[in-house]
C-alpha cells in the first residue's frame, strides 16, 4: 500500500475539510438570519403598537399595512435564500418555515378583526 492511497480512503483529506468549511459557512448563515428575524420581530412590535395607537385612523391603516406588506416580502425573499440553499436539511427549513408563519398569524388575524 503506497502513500497516495492512503488518503484516497473516505473521511480522509478533502471531504473532511470541505465539510468543516460548509458547516461553518452554514453557522454564520443562520447566525444572520436569527439577527435578521430579531430585528424583523422588533420591527413588528413597534408596528403593532403604532396600529393600537391608531387603530381609528384608516390613513394610519393604510401606511400599516403597506408597511407590514413590505416587511412580509423582505422576509419571504430571506427566507428562500436562506432554505433554497439547504435543500438536504427540509425538516430544519419546515420548523423555520413554520415558526414564521407563527410569528405572521397573529398579525393576519389582528388586520383581519
Do not use: D
Amino acid at each position: 500500500m503506497s502513500g497516495s492511497q492512503v488518503h484516497t480512503k473516505p473521511g480522509f483529506g478533502r471531504s473532511k475539510k470541505r465539510g468543516r468549511l460548509f458547516s461553518r459557512i452554514y453557522t454564520e448563515r443562520r447566525r444572520l438570519y436569527l439577527r435578521c428575524r430579531g430585528i424583523v420581530r422588533l420591527i413588528y412590535g413597534i408596528l403593532h403598537v403604532l396600529y393600537g395607537i391608531c387603530l381609528k385612523g384608516s390613513t394610519c391603516l393604510a401606511t400599516y399595512s403597506m408597511l407590514e406588506g413590505m416587511i412580509r416580502s423582505n422576509t419571504w425573499l430571506l427566507w428562500w435564500h436562506l432554505l433554497g440553499h439547504r435543500r438536504a436539511n427540509s425538516s430544519a427549513g419546515v420548523r423555520q418555515l413554520s415558526s414564521a408563519l407563527m410569528a405572521v398569524v397573529p398579525g393576519l388575524l389582528k388586520m383581519k378583526r
